[in-house]
């Protein structure tokens, strides 16, 4: 970032914040309507913070590779050669000839996920004279919007308002989240298309209403996940199909019929989970079924040696030979990781200490959840509610699959950002219904001592 980002940046957002008072105006529920703003700008601040710490704590990294070795070449390219740059656009990385000398140069031309990321930082590049922040910007702004629609789909699946504001807090204003997941990086475009397949599908299937915007919606998420992080896919889309079956049979009245559906819908679930992720992973090498314990355990190896050479903060699961039963077996300690550490005393760096602070807040919020509304208390109200199940579903396999390939805190703190919004929001769920049961008793039996004639009390 430079002194372009001080002139350019300030225009983009007057013009951002005066299309999103506009759009405000049109938030019919007050409750909702008042976290807006102060979401927008977390995002819009996050995506800022994160360029500043590349540029002046790390000197590099990522997000500045993506503009200074691809989006600098499609804007040259742009405005030298414009045939060549719809042709970058429309390329998957497989036609370099015929796009030399730009194909060339960039660094990330024959890798399809990054390179995408290039193609969509390059259109707003286009508009904003290559200045980096208002690029970081808009990427910010496609995670915002997002963020809301899980926000919107949630607070019309529970309407209350205590818990309008619980969900508020989970899903906008996680530190790790919002900072992650706003800048110019793979992470802000697959959160934000994982908001837009969750708003998608409750509205295709489980509300099913605006079915046709909601079926462009969703195959657009999905490619688009699939381009960049296909793991993402292949534990989201499990997960909403076992929503949807526990949808259908929270639907039954009849207790008899509940008897013998709810197994047979439990195995539906899996079956058709099982051939999602299937399908979902056959084009890819990498992660299909065959080869997934392969790529984790290659992957695992990967950064932990290079955590090692370059003194990272890495962490250890123990040995893990690359068969199913070793992955198996480490489950409960990488889903342990992913949620609840590094602990404070692996923390190593000031960044690492705030992720300790975060996963540490975490953990305790889990703890008074299940200590408040008690455990056995907390499974039956999980088996009653789909969408808490769905939520529990994705965060522990999602947090089995980033932390048992890892094995870098740094990495890690990137790679968990999906799932955070939901597991926090499965606690918040689950501690209004514990309270909200406790609550309605209490109301009963105030009620029955008002009405309980004094010679009976």
């Known amino acids: 970032m430079g002194f372009k980002d001080l002139i350019v940046t300030p225009f983009f957002l007057i013009l951002i ?26 995002k819009i601040t996050g995506a800022i913070m994160l360029g500043l710490i590349y540029q002046f704590y790390y000197g590099g990294g990522d997000t500045f590779n993506f503009v200074q070795l691809g989006t600098i070449h499609m804007y040259d390219a742009f405005y030298n050669a414009p045939s060549k740059f719809l042709g970058l656009l429309a390329s998957d990385g497989q036609n370099a000839a015929k ?54 789909t949630v607070c019309r699946i529970y309407p209350f308002a205590s818990f309008k504001k619980k969900a508020a807090w989970a899903i906008f204003f996680i530190p790790s989240v919002f900072f992650w997941g706003s800048g110019l990086l793979k992470d802000s475009i ?98 299909s ?31 893990i030979d690359g068969s199913p039963q070793s992955f198996i077996s480490k489950a409960p300690a990488a889903i342990n990781v992913t949620l609840f550490r590094p602990y404070l005393w692996e923390s190593g760096n000031p960044i690492m200490l705030l992720s300790a602070i975060e996963s540490l807040s975490f953990l305790l919020f889990t ?40 094995a870098n805190f740094g990495t890690l703190v990137r790679y968990k950002i999906p799932i955070l919004p939901f597991y926090l929001l499965f606690l918040a769920l689950l501690y209004e219904k514990g309270q909200r049961k406790k609550l309605l008793l209490h109301q009963k039996a105030v009620f029955h001592k008002i009405q309980t004639p004094k010679n009976q009390i």
């Open 190 to 287: 697959t959160f934000g298309a994982v908001g837009w397949l969750f708003y998608a599908f409750a509205y295709l299937f489980i509300f099913r209403q605006r079915q046709l915007s909601s079926f462009f919606i969703l195959v657009f998420s999905i490619l688009l996940i699939k381009t960049i992080k296909i793991y993402i896919l292949m534990c989201l889309m499990p997960a909403l199909i076992i929503w949807l079956f526990f949808h259908f049979d929270y639907k039954i009245n009849s207790s008899l019929i509940k008897l013998f559906s709810k197994p047979l819908l439990a195995v539906l679930a899996i079956l058709f989970s099982y051939f999602a992720a299937h399908y979902i992973s056959m084009d890819s090498n990498r992660y």
């Open 367 to 406: 703890i008074l959840v299940f200590y408040k509304t008690g455990f056995f208390k907390s499974m039956q109200l999980i088996q009653k509610d789909p969408f808490l199940i769905f939520a529990i579903t994705f965060a522990f396999a999602f947090a089995f699959a980033v932390g048992i390939s890892t």
């Open 99 to 152: 796009l030399y000398p730009y194909s060339s140069r960039i660094y990330h031309f024959s890798d399809p996920s990054s390179f995408l990321i290039i193609k969509l930082a390059s259109i707003t590049g286009i508009l904003s004279l290559h200045t980096y922040s208002v690029m970081a910007i808009s990427f910010a702004l496609f995670s915002f919007s997002g963020s809301w629609a899980v926000y919107r």
């Open 17 to 42: 914040y005066f299309l999103a008072y506009r759009f405000r105006r049109k938030i019919e529920d007050a409750d909702q309507k008042v976290f807006f703003i102060p979401a927008l700008t977390v």
């Open 289 to 319: 079924f065959e080869n997934l314990s392969g790529t984790a355990k290659t992957t695992y190896d990967y950064l932990t040696y290079m955590s090692k050479i370059e003194g990272g903060s890495y962490y250890s699961l123990g040995e």
